[in-house]
């Protein structure tokens, strides 16, 4: 799956880029450049997206901001229990993000939120799964991660 000019992730067997229907069923996809995938039988969904900075604003815009809003925008909602930062390796490159626990429709949920500069774009991927699946559907998380293709 390719990502505008800025990278390339592989879907593992089992994934699908889901519809708009699917979209539409998820609080947190507000239409922003990017992809939603899933792999249903493991309950997985994985949201990768990308915003274009200017050039002023991609000098002056730190990863440590961005994950420090992220985890912000977390804190002030109530059913969120964040875990604090954690580092990841995105295709040989360094991640920042949040993992952090929620409920939904009474099911806990585990999920992950990353961060990354890449030029002047910021990327985003977002990790949800249910959180008696997490030490399983956590490998495969860090193996999509780790093989990624930075084209900028």
């Known amino acids: 799956m390719k990502l505008g000019d800025v990278l390339e992730l592989t879907m593992p067997d089992g994934f699908h880029e889901m519809n ?55 804190e002030c909602q109530p059913d969120y229990c964040s875990f604090g930062v954690i580092e990841r390796n995105a295709g040989g490159k360094g991640i920042k993000g949040i993992s952090y626990s929620y409920t939904a429709k009474d099911t806990p949920m585990f999920s992950e939120s990353l961060v990354i500069k890449s030029g002047k774009n910021i990327c985003y991927f977002h990790f949800y799964t249910r959180a008696v699946l997490k030490d399983d559907n956590i490998k495969i998380w860090l193996q999509m991660l780790e093989g990624i293709h930075w084209i900028s």
């Open 20 to 74: 708009a229907e699917e979209k539409n069923g998820l609080n947190f996809w507000n239409g922003v450049d990017g992809q939603c995938i899933s792999y249903p039988e493991k309950h997985i969904i994985i949201t990768v997206g990308f915003k274009k900075l200017g050039m002023l604003t991609s000098k002056l815009v730190s990863e440590d901001e961005l994950v420090k809003k992220m985890e912000k925008s977390f």
